[in-house]
């Protein structure tokens, strides 16, 4: 049993996940990411009960592993119950502790996630904040969007909001107490220390691509990983 098994399988996640593949394809039958990517979750299942160290490590340092959605259509159609999203799940968490997801595309966005969502939670608490959208980033918000940025208690006062505002109501301002609590539970779980591991393997990935790496979303590493799959997709030739 290879060392790098011997981490997934104390994964509580893992262990739900897999029980025996039988290598019948339903899960990728029913997979919506398989429809659109280069995706096989029969594989993954296949790869991890095989405990082959060399084929676990390059599904940690690949795409593959972030194409997975986690709908959970898999688990609801496998024979042996087995939940490969619960799989994706755990390899994942594995790619970011071992530092393996800055050997992919999809994996070094993982920079972006953490200071897009994960700090947004910590901060605002909320996953996605409105006062963070802004047009530079997200294009596809159009024009109108930057007018409601800038007038955002007449927008959602009429949608009956009560926008970064004290006591009820949607979008209200959440008290500190309860982003302290928030910040516990980020730490008595783990996440912070995996949020503290994304910055500290990024860094690292951009000192070896020679791309400087700050805090925030303004460094040039962060729009390298946020930008990467658009640039790409255009013809633009990335740094």
Request: glycine share 10%.
């Amino acid at each position: 049993m290879g060392k790098i098994y011997d981490y997934l399988s104390q994964d509580v996640r893992f262990i739900e996940g897999l029980n025996a593949c039988i290598n019948c394809g339903t899960c990728t039958a029913i997979c919506p990411a398989a429809a659109f990517y280069d995706y096989d979750p029969r594989r993954i299942a296949v790869i991890t009960q095989s405990k082959n160290e060399d084929e676990i490590i390059e599904l940690l340092k690949s795409d593959t592993i972030w194409y997975c959605g986690e709908c959970m259509s898999c688990a609801t159609r496998c024979p042996r119950g087995n939940k490969p999203g619960l799989i994706i799940i755990a390899l994942r968490s594995l790619s970011q502790k071992k530092g393996y997801f800055v050997e992919s595309e999809k994996g070094r966005q993982q920079l972006a996630i953490k200071r897009m969502v994960g700090e947004s939670i910590l901060e605002t608490g909320y996953c996605v904040y409105a006062g963070h959208l802004n047009t530079l980033a997200f294009p596809e918000q159009g024009p109108i969007w930057d007018w409601i940025i800038n007038n955002p208690g007449e927008v959602y006062k009429r949608l009956g909001g009560n926008y970064n505002g004290n006591g009820g109501g949607l979008l209200r301002k959440i008290p500190a107490e309860s982003l302290e609590e928030l910040k516990s539970i980020f730490d008595i779980s783990g996440a912070s220390e995996q949020f503290n591991n994304i910055e500290k393997t990024s860094k690292k990935k951009a000192d070896e691509l020679g791309i400087p790496f700050g805090t925030g979303k303004e460094c040039e590493y962060f729009k390298y990983v946020y930008t990467g799959e658009r640039n790409r997709i255009s013809g633009d030739k990335e740094p």
